[in-house]
C-alpha cells in the first residue's frame, strides 16, 4: 500500500502543474473519522423504545461487534426508526462524539503539508444532520464548509483520488466493466469494521489511521524539498516520530 500511495503522491503533487489544486484525497465521515457507531449503539440502549425491540431480539444490550452488516439495523427497526437513530439532534455533539485516534492528527498533517484544497470529507446526511455534522467538523477538525461534500452516491468523488472508506458500496465502481471506470487510478482505503469483513482484493486495509498518519509523515520527509519546503508546525506527534 505505501508504494502505491507514494507512487499517487508523486504525481499528484511533485511531477505535475503546481497550480493544479484538485483535492486528491476524500475521506468518509462516519465511522472513518469518528465513532458514529459507538454514539448510535449508546442512545438505542438507553431509549426505552429501541431497548424492548433489542431485547425482543436478544440484541440487549447492543455491543459494537454485534453490527455485523450495513444492512443490520434495517433487519431490527423500520426506517421511520433508522431516520430518528441516525438523526438525533445530539449525534453529533462536538464534546461526545469521539474523533477516532489519529484521526485529528491525521487530517493536520494533511492540512500543514498539502493544504486544504488537497482533500475533501465526503458524507451522506440526513437533511436533518447536515448543520450538526457540518458543525462538528468545524469546530473538532477545524475544516471549513468548503471541504465537507454530502452526496449519497460518495462514489461519484472518489475516482482518481486516495479514498478511505468503511463502506465497500462506496468503491462499487472498482468493479465496473465501464471502460472510463477501468482507467480509474484510485486508490481505495478501506476502513475495516466488523461491518464490512470483505476478501475482496481490490481493496488496501487498515485497521487505524495511525497507519496512514505514519505513511504521510515518512512521503513528508522524502520528499519535503520537492514539496516547496512546507514545514509541519503545531503537531506535537508528528514531531516525536521524526524523532524516532
Not at 470483505?198 to 488496501?204: E, K, M
Request: hydrophobic share 35%; aromatic share 14%.
Amino acid at each position: 500500500m505505501k508504494e502505491n500511495i507514494f507512487k499517487f503522491l508523486e504525481e499528484k503533487l511533485i511531477n505535475i502543474d503546481k497550480n493544479n489544486n484538485k483535492p486528491f484525497l476524500m475521506i468518509d465521515f462516519d465511522d472513518t473519522l469518528v465513532e458514529t457507531q459507538l454514539r448510535v449503539i449508546d442512545f438505542v440502549n438507553n431509549n426505552p423504545e429501541y431497548r424492548n425491540i433489542l431485547e425482543n431480539n436478544n440484541l440487549y444490550p447492543l455491543k459494537y461487534h454485534d453490527i455485523h452488516s450495513f444492512d443490520f439495523f434495517a433487519k431490527i427497526f423500520d426506517e421511520k426508526a433508522r431516520k430518528e437513530i441516525y438523526s438525533f439532534p445530539e449525534l453529533y455533539h462536538h464534546k461526545i462524539l469521539k474523533p477516532k485516534p489519529y484521526a485529528i492528527e491525521f487530517i493536520n498533517l494533511i492540512k500543514e503539508i498539502f493544504g486544504k484544497n488537497s482533500f475533501l470529507i465526503v458524507t451522506s446526511s440526513f437533511e436533518d444532520t447536515k448543520k450538526y455534522k457540518d458543525n462538528y467538523i468545524e469546530k473538532v477538525f477545524n475544516i471549513p464548509n468548503d471541504c465537507i461534500i454530502h452526496s449519497s452516491n460518495k462514489k461519484e468523488y472518489y475516482k482518481n483520488s486516495i479514498a478511505i472508506d468503511d463502506g465497500l458500496h462506496n468503491f462499487s465502481f472498482l468493479n465496473s466493466n465501464n471502460i472510463e471506470d477501468k482507467k480509474d487510478k484510485t486508490i481505495p482505503i478501506q476502513f475495516v469494521t466488523p461491518w464490512n469483513i470483505s476478501d475482496d482484493n481490490n481493496f488496501y486495509r487498515i485497521k487505524s489511521l495511525e497507519e496512514l498518519y505514519l505513511i504521510f509523515v515518512e512521503f513528508y520527509e522524502l520528499n519535503k524539498d520537492k514539496l516547496n519546503n512546507k514545514k509541519i508546525k503545531n503537531n506535537h506527534k508528528y514531531q516525536q516520530q521524526i524523532k524516532q
